[in-house]
């Protein structure tokens, strides 16, 4: 399989452009890679490592725009790849600083870190931020996060996160980019573990219903964090939610009010996708 990782945000489109060429390898083409945010840099390592787990053999093809490859190898997507891809393309040596209150490089998640997590993320916010929009921007990675950590488990490849903060000086809109990825069951066999949810019969219809309040694959007193996260974000500031399981996107825009688009998708992926961005008002 080749997945071809060429433009500005290629992971954040509804279609994934892959050819079914050779079973037995994942290529992830980035050579025509202009511009990468924290959607791509962990869907890059969650494919990666999912595809390893399998036994399938992996290549990861640099950007040809040296600014972009650098950003690849700073956020740690070299580094995690390394002992489970072949890396073809030059590669620098950096020297990094801290950047800790603008960045968070893809890290592995577990429930050993995950609280650890959040808690620096929300620093990041705070940093950045204004107080409303942090906060709304604290409690949605904190869900996402969870949900990661809870629907990954039954994936061995595991989940990752990485996040950027925004100051506006270009675009005049403070902001933060946060996404987590897994490889685990996914949003539709997630719910239907609820026999409540048994009748839900494709994955455009679960991320519908995983977006609407009470909604769980539990049957605790779940399923408010998602409706949660969208409320508290439009209190909080301009958001977007895109959320990505199976065959099917979700886009969530959040302003005055939701504006919700689902749809099926040509390449599925294994497990949960999610892109949260959350920017002053």
Known sequence: MLIDLSGRHPLLRSEISASFIDSDQLVLDARRLRFAGPQELTAIVTLASSA????????????DDEDVASYLQRMNVVDLLAPIAT??????????????????????????NADSIAESLGRMGESQLSNRTAMAAFHGIAELIDNAVTHGRAGSSGAFVAAQAYSGLTSKRPGLEFAVCDAGI????????????????????????????????????????????????????????????????????????????????????????????????
């Open 52 to 63: 390893s787990t399998d036994g399938r053999d992996v290549v990861l093809r640099m950007p």
């Open 87 to 112: 890396i073809d393309g030059t590669l620098t040596s950096q020297r990094r600083v801290d950047c800790s209150t603008k960045l968070l490089e893809v890290t592995a998640l577990s429930p050993g």
């Open 186 to 281: 996914g949003v539709l066999p997630h719910l239907r573990q609820n026999p409540t949810n048994a009748y839900i019969a494709d994955d455009e219809t679960a991320l519908r219903r995983a977006l609407v309040a009470g909604v769980t694959g539990t049957q605790q007193m779940r399923g408010y964090g998602l409706s949660d996260l969208l409320d508290a974000t439009r209190r909080g500031g301009v958001g977007r939610l895109v959320l990505r399981s199976g065959s099917a996107i979700a886009s969530v825009v959040v302003r005055q009010k939701r504006i919700i688009t689902c749809r099926n998708v040509t390449t599925p992926i294994r497990g949960a996708w999610a892109w949260l961005r959350v920017r002053v008002p």
